[in-house]
C-alpha cells in the first residue's frame, strides 16, 4: 500500500527565513499533490496542487515542487512570519483516491 | 470560494446516546464528501466516501452500523454516531468535492466537530 512520510513531525525556524517541508511516497504514482494548512481545532484548508507533469508552481510567498523520479515533493514557505505556524499536509492523489501524510507542525518564531 | 459548513461544532452528550453530524456544501454541489476522524496531533484517518445518492464505502476497520452516513442532496451529508461511548471522542471533520477527478481539485473542509461522550 501507499506510504507518504512528511519530514519531520514538527519544525521550528527563526522569523524571516525560508521554511521548507518534504513529502516523500513510496508505492503510488499520483497524478497530482496537494499541500494544505490546519490550525488547531479547524479542517484543514487548500493552499496549492501540483499535476505531475509540473516541475513547480508558486502563489505569493509559497512554492512546491514536485519530482516524480525522486517521489517527492517540497513546500517552501519564503520569509515566514509567526502567523505561518500551523502544521501542513500533503495529499498524494489519483482520479478518485486521495491519502493525506501525517504532517508536519511549524512554528515560526519571531 | 467553496464554503463547508459543519454542524454542530462540539457536542458532549452521554454515554449510550446517538449524535448526528451535519455537512453542507453552501455554495457548490458536492457530489463526493468525505468523512475524517482526527486523534490529537495526528493526521486526517479516513472513514468513509459518500455519493450522491448512493451508499458511503467505509474503509477498512470502520463499523458501518456505528458510523451512519447519509447523502442525500448534492448539498447535504450527514454522520450518526450511534449509541456513542466515551471511545468515540474525537474530532470528526467532513470535506466535499465538485464533480471531476478528486486529485484535480481542492478538497473543501468543515471546521470539524468535537465530539465528548461521558
Redesign the interface.
Given at each position: 500500500s501507499q506510504k507518504i512520510e512528511q519530514n519531520s513531525e514538527a519544525l521550528n525556524i527563526q522569523e524571516g527565513k525560508t521554511a521548507t517541508l518534504t513529502c516523500n511516497y513510496t508505492n503510488y504514482s499520483?497524478?497530482?499533490l496537494?499541500w494544505?494548512r490546519q490550525d488547531p481545532?479547524?479542517?484543514?484548508?487548500?493552499l496549492l496542487?501540483i499535476?505531475e507533469n509540473e516541475k513547480e508552481k508558486r502563489k505569493e510567498r509559497l512554492k512546491v515542487t514536485f519530482d516524480t523520479t525522486l517521489k517527492q515533493s517540497l513546500f517552501h514557505i519564503t520569509a515566514s512570519q509567526p502567523a505561518d505556524s500551523a502544521t501542513y499536509?500533503c495529499?498524494?492523489?489519483?482520479?478518485?483516491?486521495?491519502f493525506?501524510?501525517?504532517?508536519t507542525?511549524l512554528t515560526v518564531i519571531p | 470560494g467553496a464554503v463547508?459548513s459543519?454542524h454542530p461544532s462540539w457536542v458532549i452528550c452521554k454515554s449510550g446516546t446517538s449524535v448526528k453530524i451535519e455537512c453542507r456544501s453552501l455554495d457548490f454541489q458536492a457530489t463526493t464528501m468525505?468523512w475524517y476522524r482526527q486523534f490529537p496531533?495526528?493526521?486526517?484517518m479516513?472513514m468513509a466516501t459518500s455519493n450522491e445518492g448512493s451508499k458511503a464505502t467505509y474503509e477498512q476497520g470502520v463499523e458501518k452500523d456505528k458510523f451512519l452516513i447519509n447523502h442525500a442532496s448534492l448539498t447535504l451529508s450527514t454522520l450518526t454516531v450511534t449509541s456513542a461511548h466515551p471511545e468515540d471522542s474525537s474530532?470528526y471533520?467532513c470535506?466535499a468535492l465538485g464533480r471531476g477527478?478528486?486529485?484535480?481539485?481542492?478538497?473543501?473542509?468543515?471546521?470539524?466537530t468535537?465530539l465528548s461522550i461521558l
Open positions: 499520483p497524478a497530482y496537494q494544505y481545532g479547524r479542517g484543514p484548508v487548500f496542487l499535476r499536509l495529499a498524494l492523489a489519483g482520479a478518485n483516491n486521495l493525506f501524510g501525517t504532517g507542525r | 463547508v459543519q468525505f496531533k495526528q493526521s486526517l479516513l474530532f471533520i470535506s477527478a478528486w486529485g484535480n481539485q481542492p478538497q473543501h473542509f468543515g471546521d470539524g468535537r
